[in-house]
């Protein structure tokens, strides 16, 4: 199991700043296909490709921003190519288009919020781990849970006069033979 290393400042700079560059790439990319090729099916709705990549960079006010951006160049191709493709489900695409953006940028800052909030349990839990002054003991009680529950279920209502009288389940239990 690879243990999670967070990222420093500037890795995280980095990262951020090729993902954006990378989004805003594609976003115009996006943009000169919606407003040029009159294609039916709702272009609008691959502006949350960029999100996507954006989102993994970890800018909440970024995907933000940027997918307030998408909306207003989708809206505005529409505007723009509105002579050349109304049709019937333009504006129904359209509003797919805003509705997938909408809903991805939501559900990326969201995710983003809870991976820090991830990250802040998961330290305080080490520190309280690492500075306790007694040693924690793991024991996996299930294997006792399961003879109990089995005694009961054969009708044994006195389970601590049951075990004084069948010791070798409890060196079962206790994993020894």
């Not at 995907?63 to 307030?68: D, K, M, Q, R, T």
């Amino acid at each position: 199991m690879t243990k999670y290393r967070p990222a420093s400042a500037l890795e995280g700079r980095i990262a951020s700043g090729w993902s954006l560059v990378i989004s805003a790439a594609l976003t115009a990319a996006i943009f000169a296909a919606d407003t040029i090729f009159i294609i039916s099916p709702a272009l609008s709705v691959l502006y949350i490709l960029p999100l996507l990549i954006l989102g993994n960079s970890g800018a909440r006010a970024l995907v933000a921003h940027f997918a307030a951006i998408c909306i207003g160049l989708a809206i505005t191709a529409f505007v723009l190519g509105l002579p050349l493709s109304f049709g019937p489900m333009a504006l129904p695409n359209l509003a797919i288009g805003i509705i997938a953006i909408s809903v991805t940028a939501r559900q990326l800052i969201r995710s983003e919020r809870l991976q820090r909030q991830l990250a802040a349990d998961e330290r305080r839990y080490r520190g309280v781990f690492n500075s306790m002054a007694v040693a924690i003991w793991e024991c996996d009680l299930r294997p006792i849970e399961t003879a109990v529950s089995d005694l009961q279920a054969r009708g044994v209502r006195n389970i601590r006069q049951h075990l004084a009288h069948h010791s070798d389940l409890v060196a079962t239990c206790a994993g020894g033979s």
